[in-house]
């Protein structure tokens, strides 16, 4: 079992920054895949980024690549979303995820998903 607590979102200008946090709870942390899945208002939930066990491959949504960065330290049992250059179709609840498959771009190969945390990006 992981549960886990995004933290970072916010309100902020087009073009700005934010940084999501996840934190996740449980010792087998590092054998998950984690991924970032995002939700805009009215809209089905869309892939945005994903990482392997132990960081060294990454996958993005084209819609987010050159901008956002996943990362994670497992030391810390917590992964990160860098989000630069946000623009308002960023707007959206962002979730974290964790896969026993290790690294996936399906969501519904995601086992444990966050409660979420909004962002909005002003125009």
């Known amino acids: 079992q992981v549960q886990l607590v995004e933290s970072g979102g916010g309100l902020v200008q087009a073009g700005g920054s934010l940084r999501l946090s996840c934190a996740a709870s449980g010792r087998a942390f590092s054998k998950y895949g984690m991924g970032w899945i995002r939700q805009a208002p009215g809209k089905e939930r869309e892939f945005a980024a994903a990482?392997?066990?132990?960081?060294?491959?990454?996958y993005y949504a084209d819609s987010v690549k050159g901008r956002f960065t996943i990362s994670r330290d497992n030391a810390k049992n917590t992964v990160y979303l860098q989000m630069n250059s946000l623009k308002p179709e960023d707007t959206a609840v962002y979730y974290c995820?964790?896969?026993?498959?290790?690294?996936?771009?399906?969501?519904?190969?995601?086992?444990?998903w966050g409660q979420g945390t909004q962002v909005t990006v002003s125009s």
């Open positions: 995820a964790a896969s026993k498959k290790g690294f996936t771009v399906m969501l519904n190969e995601y086992d444990y």
């Open positions: 990482i392997s066990w132990g960081g060294g491959s990454t």
